[in-house]
């Protein structure tokens, strides 16, 4: 694995493993309650009740990075689900199912395993989700909770000049009243699990915790755009990033926000660049390569082509940021209702990653079709064309996020440079 | 009177007639896409690209207005994609695509949504006409859809019990016409073909269920018989289960309309599980074999087979899964059940 350039990226890896080592001891020595959650989940009604989550996205990248992926989802494919099914967000409903398995090796599953839920809470997207969660549900013994996902059918342009102030414009407010009156369910049933009453100023409080630490990236990104060469790299931009989106507004992850931002702050004053020798901008389009993550330094030295860009960072400003939070319960749902709009469809998604490309000088695009999670590869082609369209190159890379099976990263590499020599 | 495309059974009919529509469902057969290509994933399933090429194409000129319900993940996105063509110009003239948001989770919330997303459907295709949907209009659609309906119970009582009369093949093609002709002219034809199977002798063979991809064409059944079974029924919403229960004809007619569409109508985003597989669950028992289709397309259903195939083993009903309609294991299954 290439070298970890900042502090931060160290830290932020040391939290999420002591983090999680007491979420375990917590759940099976004090039984305390904790979710497992979709990531475009209103993670902050779960955090203003004191219920950790555990984000699925965030699990499958985890057993990914352990090379375990291969091994459960085999397993998944021998229960009878066959292989042309959606990957990412099963991977982790795979290794539960794995760990039933005679002489399975989940003692190696990261970190010792997901110990058993209070709940499984995820947003009905696409088709699949809400059967991978109820099958999910089911083996664990723990109640899912979905919350409905009508589709947008007004989208105005350039959003993300809409989203912080005038989010009360940018969706139909008939989306937003529907999830908010789930969220209402959803709060009771936290209520029941926990014992206690939700509280509404501590849910105004993380939000606006979250709005200082999204500024704080919204800092990071602006450097990145601005510095004459990459200060951070993409990986490390992520894990940085990630570690505090799935707690955010807590008091670490606002820290964690402003030590990151610090960091950066400090390479770019002192000129320290990511990849001395940076020539080439690139954009990763899409969910990240979590069992290759070496993948994205592996340009640097022969073709100075150095990864900039992902949505990691650069939608946390864009996507999280709400100001006026009278009702802060109404926010979140603006927050929550089209994040797969924002990231995965026609026109948000190609017009903002154009938008996000100019402002990163980016010179060309790597975009993700995913092979295994197949749902989630549409709007591709848009944004493909539209990268085109505003003269950046793209190459589509055909891979799934955490599946390495069917994955030559030899290949790939060599693939890869010879777009890079093109352009 | 002005056509409308819809492009699944979960668009309100009888709204659409009311309102002075002749609806069709988009059902275009293509063997190539090239419009569509140009926008649209291989992710997408044959029929939605099928479905936006022609929406794409001049064929479509015909059409006022196509109706999209949120009944699929798919379907959802054909509607952003078809908005996106037409913002960025690259299409002469498209059919107005219009969403409905039809939910199909079981819950307070989305029962409450679907219907107010009901009554602006209602009110968008009042828009479209300049003119107000009569209760009246309302109410002898919804005559109209259910004397339909009746037609089509009719036509499957003769593909149940021990002696079936009606092969999966006629029915597919029977039932289906009603998704694309007027319902009081269908009604008339299915009457008078059930008149004529009624005469007939009984069809020998074993009875199948299917499950898995929607059977829009008979194709798949025609593969299936040939090998000297009967398919009996199909849990999609092209066969046994278009016509589904009446609409009340006693409540207010919106209201009545909306739960039709909600309670009694398949789709994809059924949830829970439960309720989803509860047709399944009965018509599994009444048959002799389940085949269950799952081409290299499906992403979704096949979350769903482990748990039925479990379901078929504690009931040692037969069953066989297979990705390919042209499978070998189709004949040898059928031959087993014929050998008892
Ligand atoms: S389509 Fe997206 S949300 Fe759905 S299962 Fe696949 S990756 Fe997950
Ligand atoms: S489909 Fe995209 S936005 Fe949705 S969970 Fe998967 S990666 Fe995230």
């Known amino acids: 694995m290439a070298e970890k350039q900042l502090e931060c990226t160290v830290r932020a890896a040391a939290y999420q493993k002591a983090w999680f080592a007491e979420l375990r001891e917590d759940v099976f020595e004090k039984q305390k309650p904790y979710a497992i959650v979709q990531a475009d989940m209103p993670l902050e009604l779960f955090h203003a009740m004191d219920v950790p989550v555990v984000s699925n996205q965030w699990w499958a990248a985890m057993v990914s990075a352990k090379r375990l992926a291969p091994y459960y989802l085999d397993n998944l494919n021998a229960l009878g689900y066959h292989d042309g099914l959606c990957r990412y967000c099963s991977l982790s409903l795979a290794s539960t199912l794995a760990s039933t398995l005679a002489g399975n090796p989940t003692q190696a599953a990261p970190w010792g395993g997901l110990p058993k839920p209070a709940l499984l809470s995820a947003r009905l997207t696409c088709d699949c989700i809400q059967r991978v969660f109820e099958i999910w549900a089911a083996k664990l013994g723990a109640p899912f909770v979905p919350l409905d996902a009508p589709g947008a059918s007004e989208l105005p342009p350039r959003w993300w000049e809409l989203s912080r102030h005038r989010w009360s414009e940018l969706f139909e407010s008939h989306r937003l009243d529907f999830m908010v009156a789930q969220f209402h369910s959803l709060i009771g049933t936290l209520e029941r699990i926990t014992g206690s009453t939700f509280n509404f100023e501590r849910l105004r409080t993380l939000m606006e915790g979250v709005n200082q630490q999204e500024l704080y990236f919204e800092e990071v990104r602006e450097m990145i755009c601005k510095a004459p060469k990459a200060p951070v790299r993409m990986h490390e931009q992520v894990s940085n990033v990630m570690a505090a989106q799935w707690l955010r507004g807590s008091d670490w992850a606002i820290a964690h926000a402003r030590a990151f931002r610090d960091e950066v702050k400090k390479r770019v004053d002192a000129g320290v660049a990511a990849c001395p020798s940076e020539r080439v901008r690139l954009m990763w389009v899409g969910a990240g390569l979590w069992h290759d993550t070496d993948f994205y330094t592996a340009f640097e030295e022969r073709y100075g082509a150095v990864f900039v860009w992902s949505m990691y960072l650069a939608f946390g400003p864009d996507g999280y940021i709400r100001y006026g939070l009278d009702d802060p319960l109404r926010a979140l749902a603006s927050r929550t209702v089209s994040f797969n709009e924002q990231l995965h469809n026609p026109p948000w998604a190609n017009e903002w990653i154009v938008e996000q490309a100019k402002a990163h000088r980016i010179d060309a695009a790597l975009v993700l079709e995913p092979l295994g999670t197949r749902p989630s590869a549409t709007g591709n082609l848009f944004i493909e064309r539209a990268l085109e369209a505003a003269g950046v190159p793209v190459l589509p890379i055909a891979a799934d996020m955490v599946d390495a099976r069917g994955w030559n990263g030899l290949e790939m590499r060599q693939k890869v440079g010879h777009f890079l020599e093109r352009i | ?340």
């Open chain 2, 1 to 340: 009177m002005p056509v409308v495309g819809v492009t699944s059974n979960t668009v309100p009919w009888e709204l659409l007639r009311a309102a002075g529509f002749d609806p069709v469902l988009l059902s275009p057969r293509r063997r190539y896409t090239p419009l569509a290509d140009r926008y649209m994933e291989d992710v997408f399933s044959a029929r939605v690209k099928a479905i936006f090429d022609f929406l794409l194409s001049s064929e479509a000129a015909a059409l006022s207005a196509v109706i999209i319900p949120r009944t699929s993940e798919q379907e959802h996105k054909l509607y952003l994609y078809l908005r996106e063509v037409v913002r960025q110009g690259n299409s002469q003239s498209p059919p107005v695509p219009i969403l409905y948001n039809l939910l199909h989770a079981r819950s307070a919330e989305a029962e409450a949504y679907g219907l107010a997303r009901t009554h602006d459907l209602k009110s968008t295709l009042e828009q479209l006409t300049g003119r107000a949907v009569e209760p009246d209009a309302l109410a002898t659609a919804i005559a109209e859809g259910n004397a339909a309906r009746q037609a089509i119970r009719g036509l499957l009582q003769q593909r149940e019990g021990p002696a079936p009369r009606l092969s999966g093949t006629e029915a597919l093609a029977l039932i289906g016409a009603w998704y694309f002709m007027d319902r009081v002219e269908y009604t008339t034809l299915a009457q008078e073909a059930l008149l004529e199977i009624q005469t007939r002798a009984p069809i020998q063979g074993p009875r199948i269920l299917i499950k898995g991809s929607l059977q829009d064409t008979p194709d798949f059944c025609a593969a299936i018989e040939a090998h000297g079974a009967i398919v009996v029924a199909e849990d999609d919403w092209w066969g046994s289960r278009a016509a589904g229960l009446d609409i009340d004809a006693t409540i207010d007619p919106m209201r009545a309309i909306f739960d039709k569409y909600y309670f009694d109508a398949p789709s994809p985003r059924v949830f829970s599980g439960e309720i989803a597989d509860a047709w399944f669950h009965r018509k599994a028992t009444e048959v002799d074999g389940v085949i269950v289709y799952l081409p290299e397309e499906d992403d979704v259903i096949g979350w769903d087979y482990p748990r039925l195939r479990d379901y078929l083993n504690e009931r040692a009903i037969p069953h066989l899964m297979v990705r390919k309609e042209s499978s070998a294991s189709i004949a040898a299954f059928i031959e087993r059940l014929s050998n008892g």
